[in-house]
C-alpha cells in the first residue's frame, strides 16, 4: 500500500515538473490567463479528452486547416524557415496573448497544442478571436475554432473574428498570429450600412481579404433577400470592394442587372463617389436623365452634392447642396437650385428660355457668451415652385420670406445690440421686399433713482424704470424683375448707373429711439396701477419741403438731407382680480371657481398738427406733413384721449372621482378664457367708440377638442356703400352693436390603439387551461387622426354677406408592423369641392420598402409606385412608376 502510494506521488510529482518545464519554455513567452486554469486543466484527470482530439482525419475543421495552411500560411511547407528557425521563440511574439474558456482546456505538451470549450477566447495584439472551440498549435502559432451543433442541428458558438474594429462571423476561422494571416469559411462581416458575405475569405498582413463567392448587400439577415453577387472580390477595409462582373439576386435568384466590374464602398462614414442619376420620360419635357453627379466627403464636418437633369426638349437643371455640423459650434445646410427651360415654339416670336433659381441656407450657431447667430434663408424667382422641373411640395406656396441675424450684449454696457436682414415675396405679384441693415439696441430696465445701498423698503421714486431702445433700417420694395439675378427679363438695355439710381430710389432708410419710464403701485389695496410715459424720435435722410409757388399752387420738393422729429405720450392702466367661488356637497363635484381680470387704461396724445410743432404745414385749409416720406412714418394728427377696456373670464371646477375616493381632486377648465375689449376716444369729434373686440377658447374632453371663437361688433350702422354713419345701432336696430365678422375653429387630435393584449391572468384560469393564443400576434391598431374645421363670417350691404367654411383631415393607420397607410383630405362647403387630397401606403419589407402615393383629383393629380431598398448606400437600387400631373 505504501509503494503504491509512493508510485502515484512520484508520478504526480513527474507530471508536474513537465507542467513546470512546458510552462518556462514557453508559456512565459505567451503567459496563461489564470482565471479560469485551476479547474481547467484536465491533463490525466478524463482519459476519453486525452484519446480523442477534437478532431479527427475526417474532420472538417481538419480539411479546412489544411486549405488555410496551403493557401495562405507560407509558414508551413517544407522549406519554411521558421521550422528550423534557431531564434528563440519569444522574439516572434511581440506582446502577450490572453486564453480562457469557460468548460475546460486541455494542454498536449507533447505537440505544444492547447484546446479550449466553450465561449473560449484568445486575445492578442489588437486581435480578438471566440468561438466554442479553438486550438492553439504553438509549433506554428496558428489558431483553428469553429462553433458546434446542438441537439436541433443549430450551429452555435460560431467564430467572432475582431481585429482593428473589423469583425467578422464564420462557420470555420484559421489565423497565423505571427503573419497576421488567415483563412475564414462562410464569413459575414459588416462595414457601416452593408454586408459581406464570401464562402472562403484569404487574409494577408495589410487587414486586405479575398474573398470567393461574394454577396454583398444591406440586408441584416444570414440568408439575405437580395445581395450582389461576385465570384471574386478585394475588399480594402475602410475603402472599398472591388469585384469583378457581377449581378444582382433577390431571394436568390439571379437578375439580368449586372456589369462588367464593380466598386463598392466600405469605409465607415461617408465617402465621395458618383450619384447615378434616374431615367424617364414626360410629356411635356421629353426624355430625361435626373439627379445624377457627385458627391464630395470634404471631411468629417461638411460635404458636398452637385447634381444635375437633362431632358431631351431642351430643359436642363442643376442642383448644388451641402451640409455641415461642427459639435457645440455650429451646423447647417445649403441648397443652390438653377433651372432653364423652354416655353413656345423654336423659331417663333413666342420662343424663350425661362430661368428659376433658388437659395436655401439654413444656418445655426451655439450661443456662446451671450452671442447667437442664426439663418434662415429662402430666395429665388417666384416662379420657381410652380416651373420645377420635378413635382414641389411648395407649389402651393404664395409667399416665402427669410431672415438672418446675429446678436450679442455690448459688454461693459447694460445694452443688448441686434444686426440681420429680413426678406419677402409675393409669388403672386412678384412684389420682392428686403430689409438690409437692420439694427436694434435695447437696454436692460434700468432704475436711476434707486439707492447704492437699500435700507428698509423701496421709496416710490426708486420703482421709476427706465427703458431704453434704438432701431434703425434699410427698405426696398420692388419687381422681381427689376432685381433678376440673371437678366431673364430685366433691365439688359439700361446702363449699370440708371440701374443703380432706379433701386436708390426706391429705398427707404430711417431710424428711431424710444425712451421710456414706468413704474408700478397699488391703490385701494386691490388694484395695481401702472403710469407711464414715452418720448419717441424718428430720424431719416429725406423730408419734404412744402411752399406756396409764383403761380399760387403749392410745391413739394424732396430734400435729402438729415431731418428729424420728436413725440410723446401718457398713459396709465388700472387691474385687478376678483375670484368667486360656489361650493358643493355634492361626492363628485366639490366647487365651481369663476376668474374675473378687469382691466381700463387711459392714453394721451397731444396733436402734433398745430403749428406750434412746426411739424406741418396749412395751406388752403389743408395739412401737408414734412415728414410723411419717413420709414418710421409722419407725427400723428389730432388730440387722443382714449379710454381703454377690457374684462377676461375663466371658469373652472373641481371635481373627484366616483369610482376612487382616494384619488385626489383635479381641476377641469370650462373656459380658458372669455374676453371683451374696446376703447373710446374722448376728444374725437365723431365714432368715439371703436369696434368690439369678443374672443372666447375652450377644451373639452380632457384637451381632445379645442374650440376658439372670435368676433367683431360695431356700434355704428352703415349705408350702402358699407361705410359707417355717425348713429348708433340702438338708434336704428335697437340693438347694442352689429356683427362685423366672425370666425370660429374647432380641433381634435385623436390616437389610440385598438385592440389591446388580453392579460395572461384572463386568458389562463388554470394551470393546466389552454393558452390559444401562443403562436399569434396580439391584435393592435396604432391610428392617429387630426380634424380641423373652421368657419367665418364678414357682413357686407354692398355685397353678399360672405361666409367661408371648410373641414380638413390627416391621419395614419397601421394594420400590422409591415402596413402603414396615410391620408389627408378635406371638403370646402362654400366652394363645394373636395380639398387637395393625398393617399399613401407604405409596405415594410424589412430591407426593401413598397411605397404608393396617389392624389386622384384636382390640378396637381399623379400617382407613384416605388420599391427600393431602405438603406441610403443602395438608395438608387429600386423599380418605380409614376405618372405626374403634367403629363396628363
Known amino acids: 500500500m505504501t509503494n503504491s502510494k509512493n508510485h502515484i506521488s512520484f508520478l504526480n510529482l513527474y507530471l508536474k515538473c513537465k507542467l513546470i518545464f512546458f510552462v518556462i519554455t514557453s508559456c512565459l513567452v505567451v503567459p496563461i490567463n489564470a482565471q479560469n486554469i485551476s479547474d481547467s486543466v484536465l491533463y490525466g484527470k478524463d482519459t476519453n479528452l486525452v484519446k480523442k482530439p477534437i478532431y479527427n482525419n475526417d474532420d472538417s475543421l481538419s480539411t479546412f486547416s489544411n486549405e488555410m495552411t496551403n493557401i495562405s500560411d507560407t509558414t508551413l511547407n517544407e522549406n519554411d524557415s521558421l521550422k528550423n528557425d534557431t531564434l528563440d521563440a519569444r522574439k516572434d511574439i511581440k506582446t502577450t496573448v490572453f486564453y480562457q474558456c469557460n468548460d475546460s482546456m486541455y494542454l498536449d505538451l507533447d505537440s505544444r497544442k492547447m484546446y479550449m470549450y466553450m465561449n473560449a477566447d484568445v486575445k492578442y495584439d489588437n486581435m480578438t478571436l471566440k468561438a466554442d472551440f479553438i486550438e492553439v498549435d504553438w509549433n506554428t502559432s496558428i489558431m483553428r475554432s469553429k462553433g458546434h451543433k446542438n441537439e436541433k442541428g443549430d450551429t452555435t458558438g460560431k467564430p467572432v473574428f475582431t481585429e482593428n474594429k473589423d469583425t467578422y462571423t464564420s462557420d470555420k476561422i484559421g489565423y497565423n498570429f505571427k503573419t497576421r494571416q488567415g483563412a475564414i469559411s462562410n464569413v459575414i462581416t459588416q462595414y457601416g450600412e452593408s454586408y459581406v458575405h464570401g464562402s472562403l475569405v484569404n487574409k494577408n498582413e495589410k487587414n486586405e481579404l479575398y474573398i470567393g463567392a461574394t454577396?454583398?448587400?444591406?440586408?441584416?439577415?444570414?440568408?439575405?433577400?437580395?445581395?450582389?453577387?461576385?465570384?471574386?472580390?478585394?475588399?480594402?477595409?475602410?475603402?472599398?470592394?472591388?469585384?469583378?462582373?457581377?449581378?444582382?439576386?433577390?431571394?436568390?435568384?439571379?437578375?439580368?442587372?449586372?456589369?462588367?466590374?464593380?466598386?463598392?464602398?466600405?469605409?465607415?462614414?461617408?465617402?465621395?463617389?458618383?450619384?447615378?442619376?434616374?431615367?424617364?420620360?414626360?410629356?411635356?419635357?421629353?426624355?430625361?436623365?435626373?439627379?445624377?453627379?457627385?458627391?464630395?466627403?470634404?471631411?468629417?464636418?461638411?460635404?458636398?452634392?452637385?447634381?444635375?437633369?437633362?431632358?431631351?426638349?431642351?430643359?436642363?437643371?442643376?442642383?448644388?447642396?451641402?451640409?455641415?455640423?461642427?459639435?457645440?459650434?455650429?451646423?447647417?445646410?445649403?441648397?443652390?437650385?438653377?433651372?432653364?427651360?423652354?416655353?413656345?415654339?423654336?423659331?417663333?416670336?413666342?420662343?424663350?428660355?425661362?430661368?428659376?433659381?433658388?437659395?436655401?441656407?439654413?444656418?445655426?450657431?451655439?450661443?456662446?457668451?451671450?452671442?447667437?447667430?442664426?439663418?434662415?434663408?429662402?430666395?429665388?424667382?417666384?416662379?420657381?415652385?410652380?416651373?420645377?422641373?420635378?413635382?414641389?411640395?411648395?407649389?402651393?406656396?404664395?409667399?416665402?420670406?427669410?431672415?438672418?441675424?446675429?446678436?450679442?450684449?455690448?459688454?461693459?454696457?447694460?445694452?443688448?445690440?441686434?444686426?440681420?436682414?429680413?426678406?419677402?415675396?409675393?409669388?403672386?405679384?412678384?412684389?420682392?421686399?428686403?430689409?438690409?441693415?437692420?439694427?436694434?439696441?435695447?437696454?436692460?430696465?434700468?432704475?436711476?433713482?434707486?439707492?447704492?445701498?437699500?435700507?428698509?423698503?423701496?421709496?416710490?421714486?426708486?420703482?421709476?424704470?427706465?427703458?431704453?431702445?434704438?432701431?434703425?433700417?434699410?427698405?426696398?420694395?420692388?419687381?422681381?424683375?427689376?432685381?433678376?439675378?440673371?437678366?431673364?427679363?430685366?433691365?439688359?438695355?439700361?446702363?449699370?448707373?440708371?440701374?443703380?439710381?432706379?433701386?436708390?430710389?426706391?429705398?427707404?432708410?430711417?431710424?428711431?429711439?424710444?425712451?421710456?419710464?414706468?413704474?408700478?403701485?397699488?391703490?385701494?389695496?386691490?388694484?395695481?396701477?401702472?403710469?407711464?410715459?414715452?418720448?419717441?424720435?424718428?430720424?431719416?435722410?429725406?423730408?419734404?419741403?412744402?411752399?406756396?409757388?409764383?403761380?399760387?399752387?403749392?410745391?413739394?420738393?424732396?430734400?435729402?438731407?438729415?431731418?428729424?422729429?420728436?413725440?410723446?405720450?401718457?398713459?396709465?392702466?388700472?387691474?385687478?382680480?376678483?375670484?368667486?367661488?360656489?361650493?358643493?356637497?355634492?361626492?363628485?363635484?366639490?366647487?365651481?371657481?369663476?376668474?374675473?381680470?378687469?382691466?381700463?387704461?387711459?392714453?394721451?396724445?397731444?396733436?402734433?398738427?398745430?403749428?406750434?410743432?412746426?411739424?406741418?404745414?396749412?395751406?388752403?385749409?389743408?395739412?401737408?406733413?414734412?415728414?410723411?416720406?419717413?420709414?418710421?412714418?409722419?407725427?400723428?394728427?389730432?388730440?387722443?384721449?382714449?379710454?381703454?377696456?377690457?374684462?377676461?373670464?375663466?371658469?373652472?371646477?373641481?371635481?373627484?372621482?366616483?369610482?376612487?375616493?382616494?384619488?385626489?381632486?383635479?381641476?377641469?377648465?370650462?373656459?380658458?378664457?372669455?374676453?371683451?375689449?374696446?376703447?373710446?376716444?374722448?376728444?374725437?369729434?365723431?365714432?368715439?367708440?371703436?369696434?368690439?373686440?369678443?374672443?372666447?377658447?375652450?377644451?373639452?374632453?380632457?384637451?381632445?377638442?379645442?374650440?376658439?371663437?372670435?368676433?367683431?361688433?360695431?356700434?355704428?350702422?352703415?349705408?350702402?356703400?358699407?361705410?359707417?354713419?355717425h348713429r348708433f345701432e340702438w338708434e336704428e336696430n335697437k340693438r347694442l352693436a352689429r356683427l362685423h365678422s366672425a370666425n370660429i375653429t374647432l380641433r381634435t387630435s385623436l390616437n389610440s390603439i385598438l385592440g389591446q393584449k388580453t392579460p395572461l391572468s384572463v386568458i389562463k384560469t388554470s394551470v393546466n387551461s389552454m393558452d390559444f393564443t401562443e403562436g399569434y400576434l396580439p391584435f393592435s391598431l396604432p391610428w392617429s387622426l387630426s380634424v380641423n374645421y373652421q368657419r367665418s363670417y364678414t357682413f357686407s350691404r354692398k355685397k353678399e354677406n360672405k361666409t367661408n367654411q371648410s373641414l380638413s383631415f390627416n391621419g395614419s393607420l397601421k394594420l400590422s408592423e409591415k402596413w402603414a397607410f396615410t391620408g389627408s383630405s378635406g371638403y370646402d362647403f362654400t366652394n363645394n369641392d373636395l380639398i387637395s387630397t393625398n393617399i399613401g401606403i407604405n409596405r415594410d419589407l424589412h430591407c426593401w420598402e413598397l411605397k404608393f402615393n396617389w392624389i386622384p383629383y384636382g390640378l396637381y393629380q399623379r400617382y407613384s409606385v416605388t420599391i427600393n431598398v431602405k438603406s441610403a448606400l443602395l438608395k438608387d437600387l429600386k423599380l418605380e412608376r409614376k405618372r405626374e400631373w403634367y403629363d396628363q
Open 215 to 725: 454577396r454583398y448587400t444591406t440586408c441584416d439577415r444570414a440568408k439575405p433577400h437580395f445581395y450582389i453577387y461576385s465570384r471574386k472580390s478585394k475588399l480594402i477595409p475602410n475603402e472599398k470592394i472591388v469585384t469583378g462582373p457581377f449581378y444582382l439576386a433577390v431571394a436568390d435568384v439571379p437578375t439580368p442587372l449586372g456589369f462588367l466590374f464593380g466598386v463598392f464602398p466600405s469605409r465607415k462614414g461617408k465617402s465621395s463617389g458618383i450619384l447615378l442619376p434616374t431615367y424617364g420620360e414626360t410629356n411635356q419635357f421629353g426624355f430625361f436623365l435626373e439627379n445624377g453627379g457627385y458627391y464630395f466627403a470634404i471631411n468629417d464636418y461638411m460635404d458636398l452634392a452637385v447634381r444635375g437633369s437633362v431632358y431631351t426638349k431642351g430643359a436642363w437643371g442643376t442642383i448644388m447642396e451641402s451640409k455641415y455640423k461642427k459639435m457645440y459650434k455650429r451646423d447647417g445646410n445649403l441648397k443652390f437650385t438653377y433651372n432653364r427651360r423652354p416655353t413656345g415654339v423654336e423659331g417663333t416670336k413666342e420662343f424663350t428660355r425661362e430661368v428659376d433659381y433658388f437659395l436655401n441656407w439654413s444656418h445655426r450657431k451655439v450661443p456662446k457668451r451671450q452671442e447667437n447667430f442664426q439663418a434662415n434663408v429662402n430666395f429665388g424667382s417666384t416662379s420657381n415652385f410652380r416651373n420645377s422641373l420635378t413635382p414641389d411640395e411648395n407649389r402651393f406656396t404664395n409667399s416665402i420670406s427669410s431672415n438672418i441675424y446675429y446678436s450679442q450684449p455690448l459688454y461693459g454696457t447694460p445694452l443688448n445690440m441686434n444686426l440681420g436682414m429680413r426678406h419677402s415675396q409675393n409669388n403672386s405679384t412678384k412684389a420682392v421686399s428686403f430689409t438690409f441693415p437692420e439694427l436694434a439696441v435695447n437696454s436692460e430696465r434700468l432704475s436711476p433713482f434707486k439707492r447704492k445701498i437699500q435700507i428698509g423698503k423701496l421709496r416710490w421714486y426708486e420703482m421709476i424704470y427706465v427703458n431704453y431702445s434704438f432701431n434703425a433700417r434699410n427698405d426696398l420694395t420692388a419687381h422681381e424683375d427689376s432685381l433678376q439675378l440673371f437678366n431673364r427679363l430685366g433691365f439688359e438695355k439700361l446702363a449699370p448707373g440708371e440701374k443703380r439710381s432706379q433701386l436708390q430710389n426706391k429705398m427707404r432708410n430711417g431710424a428711431q429711439q424710444v425712451v421710456r419710464a414706468s413704474t408700478q403701485f397699488r391703490a385701494l389695496k386691490y388694484f395695481t396701477v401702472s403710469p407711464e410715459m414715452n418720448y419717441t424720435e424718428k430720424w431719416s435722410l429725406v423730408s419734404r419741403n412744402i411752399y406756396r409757388n409764383d403761380t399760387g399752387g403749392i410745391s413739394i420738393d424732396t430734400v435729402k438731407w438729415f431731418a428729424r422729429y420728436g413725440v410723446y405720450s401718457a398713459s396709465a392702466a388700472a387691474s385687478t382680480v376678483i375670484y368667486g367661488t360656489l361650493n358643493f356637497r355634492s361626492k363628485s363635484l366639490q366647487a365651481i371657481r369663476h376668474t374675473l381680470r378687469p382691466s381700463v387704461s387711459f392714453r394721451y396724445v397731444p396733436d402734433f398738427s398745430e403749428a406750434t410743432y412746426g411739424y406741418y404745414e396749412h395751406f388752403d385749409n389743408k395739412l401737408y406733413s414734412r415728414f410723411s416720406n419717413f420709414l418710421y412714418g409722419e407725427p400723428s394728427k389730432g388730440i387722443q384721449e382714449a379710454i381703454g377696456f377690457s374684462i377676461s373670464n375663466a371658469l373652472e371646477m373641481k371635481v373627484r372621482s366616483r369610482k376612487d375616493t382616494s384619488q385626489k381632486s383635479r381641476k377641469v377648465s370650462l373656459f380658458e378664457n372669455v374676453g371683451i375689449s374696446g376703447n373710446y376716444n374722448l376728444a374725437a369729434d365723431s365714432f368715439n367708440l371703436s369696434r368690439i373686440n369678443l374672443s372666447a377658447r375652450t377644451t373639452l374632453f380632457e384637451n381632445k377638442i379645442g374650440i376658439e371663437y372670435s368676433s367683431m361688433y360695431d356700434p355704428y350702422i352703415t349705408d350702402d356703400n358699407d361705410l359707417n354713419v
